[in-house]
């Protein structure tokens, strides 16, 4: 069983900026994929931020320029800085672990708030 901690939301005005950081009982390279996915109220939860165990990474048209996903693995740690921020960025985040050979979707942390005033 894989635990995930994220950490890093809060308030901040529109423009600013915030690293969010999710942290892994495993290694994370023993995952195919760690992500980030956020749900506001109302919506649909969306895959935000995605990077592969090969390195290649997949953004949202929504966040493209403004967030990037990053890892560390000696930490087992995966952040997203978010730049920019909208109040439309205002969402529940959720960090996600893909196992190798998953045919679900994975492992999830508790979530983390993010909220961008205007």
């Known amino acids: 069983q894989v635990q995930l901690v994220e950490s890093g939301g809060g308030l901040v005005q529109a423009g600013g900026s915030l690293r969010l950081s999710c942290a892994a009982s495993?290694?994370?390279?023993?995952?195919?994929?760690m992500g980030w996915y956020r749900q506001a109220p109302g919506k649909q939860r969306e895959l935000v931020a995605r990077?592969?165990?090969?390195?290649?990474?997949y953004y949202a048209d929504s966040v493209k320029g403004r967030f990037t996903i990053s890892r560390d693995n000696a930490k087992n740690t995966v952040y997203l800085q978010m730049n920019s921020l909208k109040p439309e960025d205002t969402a529940l985040y959720y960090c996600?672990?893909?196992?190798?050979?998953?045919?679900?979707?994975?492992?999830w942390g508790q979530g983390t708030q993010v909220t961008v005033s205007s």
């Open positions: 495993g290694s994370i390279l023993s995952m195919n994929a």
């Open positions: 996600n672990a893909l196992p190798y050979g998953s045919y679900s979707m994975g492992y």
């Open positions: 990077i592969f165990g090969g390195g290649s990474m």
